[in-house]
Nanobody, 122 residues
Framework: QVQLVESGGGLVQAGGSLRLSCAAS????????MAWYRQAPGKQRELVAA???????NYADSMKGRFTVSRDNAKNTVYLQMNSLKPEDTAVYYC????????????????WGQGTQVTVSS
């Protein structure tokens, strides 16, 4: 069993900041890329930011300069620091991770968290 549990969402005023966390637990051998996605009402899920196990990051253009993704490999946790938030950042934010299991069969799977709501008021 592998689980991703997100935390840190909430309601914030425009211009404010939030920090999301996502912790992976269970039968984990290794975690490759960890990423944050978001889905606003009536829209498709989109990539926010991703980070490899070696720390290489990638951001969607609209998040560059405002959001920072980081991870603590010892804690199997990925973070998303969101600054200068805008009302259009309102969405459910999902954590995703490519995880190789430590139990049998030791395949790599893509796992999703349950999502955390971020609401930015104007």
């Amino acid at each position: 069993q592998v689980q991703l549990v997100e935390s840190g969402g909430g309601l914030v005023q425009a211009g404010g900041s939030l920090r999301l966390s996502c912790a992976a637990s269970g039968s984990i051998f290794s975690i490759k890329t960890m990423a944050w996605y978001r889905q606003a009402p009536g829209k498709q899920r989109e990539l926010v930011a991703a980070i490899t196990s070696g720390g290489i990051t990638n951001y969607a253009d609209s998040m560059k300069g405002r959001f920072t993704v980081s991870r603590d490999n010892a804690k199997n946790t990925v973070y998303l620091q969101m600054n200068s938030l805008k009302p259009e950042d309102t969405a459910v934010y999902y954590c995703n991770a490519a995880i190789q299991r430590s139990d049998w069969p030791p395949y790599e799977y893509s796992y999703w968290g349950q999502g955390t709501q971020v609401t930015v008021s104007s």
